[in-house]
């Protein structure tokens, strides 16, 4: 391989801290017979502690270079399988589940891989994700808090996620402007609330953050909800039209979707 420099196109950072990777891979729990899936491997300094753990292991990279290095790497390791692919369209549908992901995201992709895993996660039993730091605070956020939104919700949906432990970049070569977080995220049995439609329960979130300063009455006609019937879906989800998004929990925002559903 003679080009081995990161790409900035593929936002690549690659992790060279071992007692960082160490910590990855304890929090994936491995055990013999496990499935893992490695997202970005790069120079596989996650993949050499995960093969080592794991009854099977598939690593998808979307680079060529790595993934020509990793395949002759790992050629007479018959539980170890290196793909070629792009995680937003590979078809981890086809894997056989359940399997345990583990990630170091780049961060201009990070969002909607976890959207991607977040939509798999019948076929999931856990993931461990190294992401931005900020990222991982929108993930754990409360309500009230400047760092609660849309993202905050869908993983509280469908997932318990708690922050593990922050990154410093000089984990990392070339060095990243910002901090990383590892989260684990554990895919819940059930959704954590029922509503009648879960589509609609996230259009109303999106219309609930598209204008975070505007009251909620307002931020949900500006949404594309029926006039006529913002009003009294609020009434009978008891929220009062003057409160933010922001102030909601996903069980508040449940009732509500709920009630716009019977009105529109």
């Known amino acids: 391989m003679t ?7 593929l936002g690549q950072c690659f992790l060279i801290d071992q007692r960082v990777a160490q910590r990855i891979v304890a929090l ?21 502690l995960l093969a080592r753990g794991a009854g099977e292991l598939l690593a998808v ?18 539980h170890v399988r290196v793909a070629l ?21 780049p961060y201009y992709l990070s969002t909607p891989i976890l959207f991607r895993l977040l939509a798999l996660r019948s076929r ?28 905050s919700l869908a993983v509280a949906y469908a997932a318990d996620a708690r922050k593990a432990f ?20 554990t895919p819940k049995a059930q959704p954590a609330i029922l509503v009648q439609d879960e589509a609609r329960l996230f259009r109303v979130i999106r219309a609930a953050f598209g204008h975070r300063r505007k009251v909620l009455a307002n931020a949900l006609k500006d949404g594309g909800f029926p006039l006529d019937a ?8 008891a929220i009062d039209p003057k409160r933010r998004g922001e102030t909601l929990t996903l069980q508040e925002f449940g009732r509500l979707a709920d009630a716009l559903g019977t009105r529109s």
């Open 3 to 9: 080009d081995t420099r990161p790409r900035r196109s």
């Open 28 to 48: 994936a729990q491995l055990d013999s017979t496990g499935r893992v899936v490695e997202i970005g491997p790069g120079r596989g300094i996650l993949t050499r």
């Open 61 to 78: 990279e979307i680079d060529a270079r790595w993934y020509d290095r990793l395949r002759e790497e790992f050629a007479d390791a018959p």
């Open 85 to 105: 692919g792009d995680a937003m369209v590979y078809p981890f549908e086809s894997e056989t589940a359940p399997f345990t992901v583990v990630a170091n995201l």
């Open 124 to 151: 999931i039993i856990r993931m461990v994700l190294m992401l931005q730091r900020e990222v991982v605070e929108r993930m754990v956020a409360g309500p009230g808090t400047k760092a609660y939104g849309t993202l």
């Open 166 to 185: 922050i990154v410093s970049p000089a984990a990392f070569t070339p060095r990243p402007a910002v901090e990383s977080a590892v989260v684990v995220i």
């Open 230 to 237: 913002v009003a009294p879906a609020l009434s009978e989800a």
